[in-house]
């Protein structure tokens, strides 16, 4: 937010900003494509998440960021392989869940990022992985919780965070590019990273980045286009993204202001509301950099006609060529790793590479709804 | 020890005759009776009686046989001569293809067989690798249409999207061509046009929002020689009527085979559904889906394009073979393409020029709105177009009035016989996006089943229903063989091989096969005796996506492919 500010300030323009909650990303970069809003803040340029977004130019990065370590009071491990062993805290379905199961620890899975915190800050957990502008801001606020950041985490968690424009506008872009430079610079990001206490992360550089699950992932759903799911995701209440829209009297850069500005600070006002019973409040900047591509969430019945329908049968009634689901006898784990890994020597597909396992778990739910009927 | 020593000597001898024998004598006695097919016997098929070499027999797509010692007098005393299993248990929707008494057989998208026609011996199998995640993509089993012939070269398609050359004499592969990533949902299921000395194909996967194109491939080395997207791309005409940007996923999959009319070098192509199926999501005429493209088989040029359903909301394909008929209407002549659309309506064009000339409905109960018998323009009543919270009753339903099963003409008689489904569906609103090898369709619902079949006899020249016959489940699979002994032969979802008096719709013989029959039944003559060829297998689209209108009794069906052959027995 800050950093949008700045930008448009450094434009000469006036900032205009719209929250949407993360399932909404498709329509925020359909926002961006048809004008009614003219920049993004937040895209990592992770190559991992390339090759999608032919509409989107990526204008230079204005920081590195993402999840950091968090560690509990009076403990001394420094590296995220001093925690073998031991439980994790991680988002649900965040990256640092994928990268944390992929490394064989053990995760202790929350559905919020200051959930993560909040289970470290009370000794629930010895350790979490935190977004880490929230993590910084969470500390901030939390001192008698005496956590440490550590400043050092792995490849794999760390993305370089660049600011979306529409490809057709390449002299906004470099208007964009100048102001980030300029932003740098002047000492004015540092300043604001400061100010919410927003750690900086060190990952060691040409570390090779295990690219598994991901990877293919993203072949299989283009990342940055908004119409193109890709990266999962579950829905996180009260997850936000940062629209700006700028608008000046000055700037070239003029355009239709589409949707309601909500002109207010952070967090927004039903966002304080749902915290309150949290204790703490969320730090800004709260983009997570992947749920920024993150598909809007699609209905257990749209994702069964679209992937399962056409051999298992409409409304899930088989036509009897393939097994009728409503029949299935195993629990909602053996449908869950039927779903995932698929049944080898058979035509049924293993759909983890498509589908997430929240996905799959809407899947499961609408066949058993469907079978109960 | 001399005499031992003569004797394993005589064995060894011996051993080897049988076994050189053994490798060798199939291969060479086939080989020499493989009878090269030449652009001129596929150009004069129509007045050859014996073969049936290409997809619809002739490049005209009429299915229809000059044989005629099998007629209407003594069909009745049609006899098994042979069944063949063929190994599968995969739905079987092919053509078999015949060439001087060698039957190719692509059974399912497992493996090419070339058997005997007269025996049913098999000379050669070449079996197939599909990719082990080919279950994502494909709609509709392992269907596979059948393989196309040309020269010494039988050419098939594959479901992940391959186009592939044997030697017809052994059944090795000569080339292999990609002709598309079937990981983003393009997937291949018909028999290629061959045509002056061109392999043409196009891509199925309306269902995944594919870009539709047909290209022509080099029959001799495999190399692309042009490509023609059926959507017209940014700055082309027609571009405009794809709004919100949805001609990038627009489908118009030209998915089945094409017709050629080498009198006017012109190849015709019927395309799919517009992606999604969703109309809210690509408002327009979406121009280049359901149409009919008329393209010049040296350059793939677009000479000119008919659209039957404009702005479709039901799935509407006219992927249908348009069969090339020369008409005489109210006493003038008329190049015709036919076609019997999904959408209820029989259409003919004049096929010089793509003008409209009559849509004649053969489904009573087509209530998605009208065609302007004028321009042929199609009309979607707006009260029949589904939206959030507003599902509505469309008939047909998806799978069409007369689906993928292909229709006969008898040129004779000036008389098509389309096998039509009465099935409607109810239509709900659901959003998609479009999501890399997942479907994107944007619409759910249910069929109002169970839903019958009926064989329509028309007459092309009065451009009148003739007569029709009635089957207890939709014909969507049930191609029609139309014989110049005045009877058309079809089978049903219950495994009933039929046979029609063609001029009245009198059921006239009928056999009971071991399964279902979506295959197309074929005739040809080996040493001047007529045979009658069809093969049974349940699967295919119908028992996997009709839902509540699959019927129980087809649920008891048992799968397996068979090769059943009929001739007179007196």
């Known amino acids: ?113 200051a959930e993560v915190f909040n289970a470290v800050a009370r000794d629930e957990i010895p350790a979490g992985l935190v977004w880490a502008p929230m993590a910084g801001w969470l500390a901030k606020q939390n001192p008698a919780a005496q956590v440490r950041i550590l400043t050092e985490t792995r490849p794999e968690l760390t993305f370089s965070l660049a600011v979306g424009v529409n490809k057709d506008d390449p002299a906004f872009l470099d208007a964009v590019n100048a102001a980030i430079s300029a932003l740098i610079q002047s000492g004015k990001r540092d300043e604001i990273l400061k100010a919410y206490g927003v750690p900086t992360l060190n990952s060691s550089v040409g570390a090779e980045i295990r690219r598994t699950v991901r990877a293919s992932r993203n072949q299989a759903g283009a990342a940055l286009d908004g119409s ?85 049968g409409r409304n899930v009634i088989s036509g009897g060529i393939f097994p009728d689901l409503r029949n299935f006898e195993g629990s909602d784990a053996d449908f869950i790793a039927t779903v995932k890994k698929g049944r080898p020597g058979t035509v049924m597909p293993a759909w983890e590479k498509v589908m997430t396992e929240a996905e799959i778990e809407r899947i499961r739910a609408y066949v058993k709804s469907a079978a109960a009927e | 020890m001399q005499k031992k020593t003569g004797k394993s000597f005589n064995k060894l001898t011996l051993a080897l005759v049988l076994s050189t024998a053994y490798a060798v004598m199939p291969g060479s006695a086939f080989a020499a009776d493989w009878r090269n097919v030449t652009e001129q016997r596929l150009v004069n098929a129509a007045k050859d009686p014996n073969d049936w070499l290409s997809y619809g027999r002739d490049y005209n797509g009429t299915r229809f046989s000059p ?135 196009g891509v199925a996967g309306g269902e995944y929002g594919v870009e539709g194109f047909i290209e022509a491939y080099d029959w001799k080395t495999g190399e692309s020689v042009w490509k023609t997207y059926t959507v017209p791309k940014p700055g082309e005409p027609g571009n405009e009527t794809w709004g919100n940007d949805s001609w990038k996923y627009g489908g118009a999959a030209a998915w089945l085979t094409a017709t050629y009319d080498p009198e006017t070098n012109t190849t015709y192509w019927g395309t799919g559904n517009p992606a999604p199926w969703n109309w809210a999501m690509r408002p327009g005429d979406n121009r280049g889906a359901n149409s009919m493209l008329a393209l010049d088989p040296d350059t793939g040029k677009k000479k000119w394009d008919f659209q039957f359903t404009s702005a479709d909301a039901f799935d509407y394909d006219a992927m249908a073979e348009g069969i090339l008929v020369d008409l005489k209407r109210s006493g003038k002549p008329v190049k015709a393409l036919v076609q019997a659309n999904k959408n209820g309506y029989l259409y003919t064009l004049d096929r010089t020029d793509g003008k409209f000339q009559s849509a004649l409905k053969f489904y009573d109960k087509v209530n998605w709105g009208t065609v302007d018998p004028v321009t042929g323009r199609s009309n979607i009543d707006p009260e029949k177009r589904y939206a959030p919270g507003k599902p509505t009753l469309v008939c047909p339903t998806y799978f069409g009035a007369k689906g993928l099963a292909h229709m006969a003409v008898n040129p004779q008689s000036s008389m098509a016989f389309i096998p039509m489904n009465d099935l409607c569906y109810k239509w709900t ?77 009198k059921e006239l013989w009928s056999f009971p096969a071991s399964s279902s029959i979506i295959g197309a039944p074929v005739s040809y003559a080996v040493d001047g005796k007529q045979y009658v060829a069809v093969v049974s297998g349940l699967g295919g689209s119908f028992p996997l996506w009709a839902g509540k209108a699959v019927p129980d009794s087809l649920k008891k069906i048992n799968r397996g492919a068979t090769l059943w052959v009929f001739s007179l027995q007196n």
């Not at chain 1, 995220?80 to 995760?107: A, C, N, W």
């Not at chain 1, 009260?238 to 700028?246: E, F, K, P, S, V």
């Not at chain 2, 006899?79 to 063929?86: C, D, G, H, P, V």
């Not at chain 2, 619902?445 to 007569?467: C, F, Q, S, T, Y």
């Open chain 1, 1 to 113: 937010m800050e950093v949008a500010s700045e930008i448009a300030k450094s434009l000469g323009a006036k900032l205009q900003y719209n929250w949407f909650a993360m399932e909404r990303m498709g329509k925020v970069f359909r926002e961006l494509y048809e004008g009614r809003c003219d920049f993004i803040v937040g895209i990592p340029t992770d190559k991992r998440l390339d090759g999608a977004g032919p509409r989107l130019a990526l204008s230079q990065s204005y920081l590195i960021s993402g999840f950091a370590i968090v560690i509990g009071k009076g403990r001394k491990e420094n590296r995220l392989e001093d925690l073998k062993g031991q439980p994790i805290g991680v988002g649900l379905h965040t990256v640092s869940d994928f990268v944390v199961f992929d490394l064989g620890y053990d995760r202790v899975l929350f559905s919020k990022q």
């Open chain 1, 228 to 312: 193109q799911p890709s990266l999962t995701r579950t829905v996180w209440r009260g997850d936000q993204a940062t629209r700006a829209t700028i608008r000046g009297a000055q700037s070239p850069f003029i355009r239709t202001v589409g949707g309601v500005g909500k002109a207010s600070g952070w967090p927004p006002a039903e966002e304080q509301e749902a915290q309150g019973a949290q204790g703490v409040s969320e730090p800004p900047m709260k983009q997570n950099a992947v749920e920024q591509s993150a598909e809007k969430s699609e209905s257990g019945f749209n994702l069964y006609h679209r992937a399962c329908g056409k051999c298992h």
């Open chain 2, 67 to 201: 044989l005629k010692e099998i007629n209407s007098k003594n069909v009745k005393n049609l006899k098994l001569e042979y069944a063949y299993s063929l190994g599968s248990l995969e739905g079987q929707q092919l053509t078999p293809i015949v060439n001087s008494g060698i039957m190719v057989l692509s059974v399912s998208n497992q493996w090419i067989e070339a058997v005997d026609a007269k025996t049913g011996e098999r000379l050669w199998r070449h079996n197939l690798k599909l990719p082990a995640d080919i279950g994502q993509f494909t709609c509709c089993g392992l269907i596979n249409k059948g393989v196309s012939i040309y020269e010494d070269r039988v050419y098939f398609t594959t479901l992940d999207a391959h186009l592939v050359a044997l030697d017809a004499k052994t059944g090795k592969v000569v080339w292999d061509k990609t002709v598309a990533d079937y990981t983003a949902g393009y997937s291949m299921t018909m028999a290629p046009l061959v045509a002056k000395g061109k392999v043409m194909v």
């Open chain 2, 429 to 505: 609103a659901e959003e998609a996006s479009y999501r890399r090898g997942v479907m994107y369709l944007g619409i759910g619902g249910e069929h109002e089943g169970p839903g019958k079949g009926e064989m329509v006899g028309v007459d092309l020249a009065a451009n009148k229903i003739a007569w029709r016959w009635t089957n207890p489940t939709p014909l969507l699979g049930a191609s029609v063989l139309s014989t110049a002994g005045n009877v058309i032969f079809f089978g049903t979802f219950e495994g009933k091989f039929n046979a029609l008096d063609a001029a009245t719709g």
